[in-house]
Every structure is written in C-alpha cells, then in structure tokens.
C-alpha cells in the first residue's frame, strides 16, 4: 500500500489518505444483499407491492406501526416514508452503528451480518477506514481542503445526498467533481479523537476557529449539500450548506454559510473574460444553469449578497449581466437594487424571467 505524504506546516510531514476508488466502491455496492443488511439488524421484513420491495419498521423512529421502511432489492436502496432518511449499504452501516463512510466501506468488505461482499480482489488502497482525514500539523487552509476533500468522498457514497441532487436535477457528476460537492453526513466527528486527548482537542479549536466545528461539539454543516468556495489560489475562503431534508426542527435554518464576512466568488473561472454573466440569487440556482451548459454563471450570497467581490470581478470582465433571481417579492426588489449598482458602471443589466414565485431550479 502506498501513502500520499505532503510537507505540511514547519515541515512536519502530513499523512493524507487516498480516495477510495469507485470501481471498490461499486463492487461492494454490487455485492451486499441490502435486505439480508436490514434484516441483519433484527427488522422483520414483508413483501410491500409487486416488484419484489420489501417493508419492515423503521429503526430511527419511534412507533412506526406503519412498516414506512421499503427496500427496494432491485436497485440495493432502503428509503423510510416516515422520517425520510435513506440511502444504500454504505448509508444503512454508518447510521445504524454510528460510523464513518470509510468505516462502512470497511465493515461491508468483511461482511456486516449476514450480508456479503463481493470476494473479487479490490484494488490497492492506501486508506484507513478508521483515520481521521486531518492532523494538527496542518495549516488552517490545509484543514479546510482536507474537510472538503472528507466531505466530497461522502456525498459520492451517499445514496441520500445523490438522491437530494438528483431530485434537483443537479446528479451531473462534472459538476459534482468540478466544484468538488460535499455532504456532511455527520461522521467526521466519529474519526477525530476524543476531545479528552491532546490532538483531539487542539482539532476541535483550530475547527471552530476557521467556522467548521460549533460550541455544541457538532459539525457546523451537518447534514448539508456543502459546496466550497475558492478564492484565486484555490483555497477554501467560504463554504455554503444546504440541508438536504427539510422534516427540520422549527427554526433551524436551511442555508448555512461558515461564520465571518461573505468571501469569494463562485466559479470564477467560468466569469473570468465573459462579456455576458448571469447572476443567480443562490448556489443551487446557478448551479442548474451550469449543468444545464452556461457556464458564465455564479451566484449571490442570497438577496442582499451580492458582495465587493462579486462586482469588481464583473466590472472587470463583463458588459452584461443577466439578472436570474427569483421571481418574487424578494427577488424583485434584489433585482432593481442590484441593477442600480451595476448600471452606473457601464454594465448592461437584463432580467431572467420566471413564471411567477418560482426560482431557476424549480423552473
């Protein structure tokens, strides 16, 4: 097995763990019985309809008398219609026993119960199943990409986060690798050590210092889409969350963005010498117009988002920009506002226009 080693801060040598590979993946996907995995966990399982799905009752809430657990054999997926959780093998190990992706996909090569895995050999790989993905040794921009790096790896193993995209119409995986997509699916924590030891400690600080980890001990993005915003060098300057169930405890919020000013500018690259830009009200609107191929898009930080950073580079660049933001109230009132701005600097401004009340993505 070979290890990837960076010279890190004062030139102490970083360990950084290698991706595990989607053919490794897709082989142990391939090869666990996902309803011999549920039933391994003691859950009773019926026939539900024609197809061959099976239903049982959910373990991860109370009282469900209902049986709102189905799987679907076919397609190796377990989706509960009562708590709205979800997701494949690799979901069902890190929510029943509490562990990390990398520790699921451990747990599935050796067997979990009664399910198997697929004996073919695997590919050599570096990573550790139970390594923490982060070290002190690693500057405070080391340990931001080394998250999104965490994050990046457990959306793609996440039948739950893919399936959130995929009902958005965003499962473009040039997209998902281009901006590097995350989910954080609360197993980070599982792998940094306890907080009662020096460098589990001194982790959770530098975390919460740079906005990645809160008071509560918790993951500021949990549960969220991640997107990483990058600045011209490529470090991580922000991050935007989206939690991608929406059952939320009343006032919690669904977009997140890490602590401290709004920096950076997404997909700068693509703005970068455009004469025509459009200009989104968020990541995900902007989002579906780069999957969809114009890729001379980016996004405000919301209504009033639209930050220093974002008109210097469009002053810089284009003589037009069209306005794509939502088609309500709010977004009406953004739009004139940011028109207002951009006019008296020379620049071109158009509104896109939705059917009333929607948004980029909905449309």
Known sequence: NRKKVLTGFRGKEVSVMARIA?????????????????????????????????????????????????????????????CGRAGNAFQWVMETRGVGFREAVAEL???????QADSSPAPSSSFSPSSCPLDVGMTDGELARAVVDYYHES??????????????????DELIERFRLGYADRSLGTLIP???????????????????????????MNGSLVVPITGEDGSVVQMYGRKINDNLRAGTPKHLYLPGPLAGVW????????????VCESLIDAMTFWAAGYRNVTAAYGVEGFTTAHFELVRASAGRVLVAYD????????????????LPAGI????????????????
């Not at 400690?201 to 918790?218: D, I, K, P, T």
């Not at 997909?267 to 459009?278: C, D, F, P, Q, S």
């Open 22 to 82: 989607d053919e490794q993946i897709e082989r142990i996907r391939r090869g666990v019985s996902i309803g011999e995995l549920v039933r391994s966990a003691g859950i009773e399982l019926r026939r539900h309809g024609t197809n061959g799905d099976r239903a049982g009752r959910c373990p991860f809430h109370e009282d469900d008398e209902t049986a709102s657990l189905v799987i679907s054999e076919a397609k190796g997926l377990w989706h509960c219609f009562g």
């Open 109 to 115: 090569m050796t067997g979990l119960g009664t399910a």
């Open 155 to 172: 959306l793609k193993g996440s039948g739950e986060a893919l399936g959130y995209l995929e009902r958005r119409g965003l499962r473009d």
């Open 194 to 220: 306890e907080k009662n030891r020096v460098a589990g400690a001194e982790l959770r600080r530098r975390l919460q210092a740079v906005g990645l980890w809160r008071e509560s001990g918790h993951e500021h």
């Open 267 to 278: 997909n700068r690259e693509g703005l970068t010498g455009a004469r025509e830009i459009i």
């Open 327 to 342: 088609a309500d109230a709010a977004g009406d009132r953004a739009a004139e506002a940011l028109a207002a701005k951009l």
């Open 348 to 363: 071109e401004c158009y509104r896109v226009r939705f059917p009333r009340g929607m948004d980029a993505n909905e449309y």
